[in-house]
C-alpha cells in the first residue's frame, strides 16, 4: 500500500504543478500590474484543456499502457519547462500564455492516465480513503511547490531558473514512472480484457456514454460535482485580490495565501483520508439508513463512529459559517494588524474546510467509478473529475467579472447563497437517500 501512495502522490504532485503556477502566481502578477479583475479572471481559460479531456480519455483508455501515457506526458511537461525558460513574461505574454496551456493540455491527459491507476490499484474503504488522501495532498502540495514558492522566491531565482528546476523535476519523475514496480501488478492485469471489451465500442461512440451514465449513482454525483465548489470557488479566488488592493504586499499574500493558508488546505485533506480510514476500520455503514438520527443509540460516541454522511453535512454547514466571517471582513478597508490577523483565519479555516471536503468528494466519484465496467472506468472517472474542473473554472471566470460589476459585497454575498444551497443538497441527498444509497453500498 505504500508504494501505491508514494506513486499516486508523486504523479499527483508534479501535476499541480501548472495550477499552483497558474492560480496563484498569474493572478497575483496581473493584479500587480494594473490588470482589472475581469481579464484576471478570463485567464482561467487555460484550464480549458481539462473541460475537453473527457473527449481523448477513451484513447487513453484503449491505446498504451498507462506506463507509456504517464512517461510521454511528464516528459512533455519537462519539455515545456524548457520553453517557458527561455521566455520572459514581461516581453513574451503570449509565449508563457501558450506554454501554461500546453502545459495544462499535457497535464489533463496526464490525469487521465494516473486516475486509471488509481481506479485500478486502490482496492476496498481503507484504500479508497488513503489513495485520495494522496491525490489531494500531493495535488495541492505541488501546486504549492509551484505557486506560493515561485511568488515568494522569484526576486531571488528569476523566471528562467525556477522553470529549468520544475524541467529537472519532471525528468526525475519521468525517470521514476518508467521503472515504478508498483504498475506491473493490478494494472496491467485487465488491460487486455478492457482492450477486448471496448473493440465493438471503438465504433459505435455511443455506447461508451450510455455505458458511463448507466453505472449507479452517476446522475447524482454528476450534480453534486458541478456545483459544491461554486460558492467556495468565488471566494477562493477573488477574496486573495481583495486583500492584494487593501491590506497586502504580493509577497505576504505570496507567503499566507499560496504556502500557509495551503499548508492548512493539505491538513484538511489529510484529516479527511484519516477519517474515511477510521470510518472504515470501525464503523459499519448501515447507520445511513437510519440518518438524520445517525448515532443517537450510543451515548457520546467517539469520532470514528459517526457516519460519513453527518460528516458531510456538518463540514458544508461549517464551510458556510466560514464564508459569512470572511464576507464581514469586506467591510474593512483600512489595513491594520488585526485585520491582517483576521484575513489570515479566514483564509486558514476555508483551505482547511475545503481540502477536507474535497477528499471526501473525490472518495465518493471514485467510489462511482469503481462500480462501473473495467473498459470504461478511467473515461468514467475522466468525465466526473472533467464536471469538476468545469464547475469551477466557469464560475472562476465569472466572478472576477462579476466583483468588477457589483462590487466585492454584493458578490460575496452570491457566493453565500450558492455555499448555503450545496450544504443543503448534501444534506437532502443523506437525508432521502442519493447519496446515502451511494455510500451505504461502498466495497469492502
Not at 463512529?305 to 470572511?326: E, N, W
Amino acid at each position: 500500500m505504500n508504494d501505491k501512495l508514494v506513486f499516486l502522490g508523486l504523479l499527483y504532485f508534479v501535476q499541480g504543478i501548472p495550477y499552483g503556477l497558474q492560480s496563484s502566481l498569474l493572478p497575483v502578477y496581473l493584479r500587480g500590474a494594473g490588470h482589472s479583475l475581469t481579464r484576471i479572471g478570463l485567464t482561467k481559460i487555460l484550464y480549458f484543456p481539462w473541460v475537453l479531456k473527457v473527449l481523448w480519455a477513451p484513447l487513453v483508455d484503449r491505446v498504451g499502457t498507462k506506463r507509456l501515457w504517464l512517461v510521454a506526458t511528464v516528459s512533455g511537461l519537462a519539455l515545456t519547462c524548457l520553453s517557458s525558460a527561455a521566455l520572459s513574461p514581461e516581453a513574451h505574454i503570449w509565449g508563457v500564455a501558450g506554454t501554461l496551456l500546453a502545459m495544462n493540455a499535457l497535464a489533463s491527459v496526464q490525469d487521465i492516465a494516473v486516475d486509471g491507476a488509481a481506479v485500478g490499484l486502490l482496492k476496498g474503504r481503507s484504500e479508497l480513503g488513503l489513495g485520495n488522501t494522496a491525490q489531494v495532498v500531493g495535488y495541492k502540495a505541488g501546486s504549492v511547490f509551484a505557486g506560493g514558492g515561485l511568488l515568494a522566491v522569484i526576486d531571488v531565482a528569476g523566471w528562467g531558473p525556477m522553470f529549468m528546476l520544475l524541467a529537472f523535476v519532471y525528468f526525475g519523475v519521468a525517470l521514476f514512472v518508467w521503472g515504478a514496480p508498483v504498475l506491473d501488478d493490478e494494472l496491467l492485469r485487465g488491460q487486455a480484457e478492457g482492450r477486448r471489451g471496448v473493440q465493438s465500442d471503438a465504433v459505435h461512440p455511443w455506447r461508451v456514454w450510455r455505458k458511463l451514465l448507466s453505472v449507479p449513482g452517476t446522475p447524482w454525483t454528476m450534480i453534486y460535482v458541478l456545483t459544491y465548489k461554486l460558492g467556495e470557488q468565488g471566494a477562493v479566488t477573488m477574496f486573495p485580490l481583495f486583500l492584494l488592493d487593501n491590506h497586502m504586499t504580493a509577497r505576504e499574500l505570496g507567503f499566507w495565501n499560496g504556502v500557509i493558508a495551503m499548508g492548512f488546505s493539505i491538513c484538511g485533506s489529510s484529516l479527511g483520508g484519516l477519517l474515511l480510514s477510521q470510518f472504515s476500520a470501525h464503523f459499519s455503514f448501515t447507520c445511513l439508513r437510519s440518518i438524520p438520527s445517525c448515532g443517537t443509540d450510543i451515548t457520546s460516541p467517539p469520532l470514528h463512529t459517526l457516519c460519513i454522511g453527518s460528516l458531510m453535512r456538518r463540514v458544508f454547514v461549517m464551510r458556510t459559517v466560514s464564508m459569512v466571517f470572511q464576507s464581514s471582513l469586506l467591510t474593512v478597508l483600512e489595513p491594520s494588524p488585526l485585520m491582517k490577523v483576521m484575513a489570515v483565519l479566514s483564509l486558514s479555516v476555508q483551505h482547511f474546510l475545503g481540502g477536507l471536503i474535497t477528499t471526501l468528494t473525490f472518495t465518493t466519484m471514485m467510489h462511482c467509478t469503481q462500480r462501473a465496467e473495467e473498459s470504461v472506468q478511467a473515461t468514467h472517472y475522466s468525465f466526473l473529475s472533467t464536471l469538476e474542473v468545469l464547475g469551477k473554472l466557469m464560475f472562476s471566470a465569472l466572478a472576477g467579472g462579476l466583483v468588477d460589476w457589483v462590487g466585492y459585497p454584493t458578490a460575496f454575498l452570491l457566493f453565500l447563497v450558492l455555499s448555503a444551497g450545496t450544504a443543503l443538497h448534501v444534506w437532502r441527498a443523506t437525508d432521502t437517500g442519493a447519496l446515502r444509497e451511494q455510500l451505504k453500498e461502498q466495497p469492502k
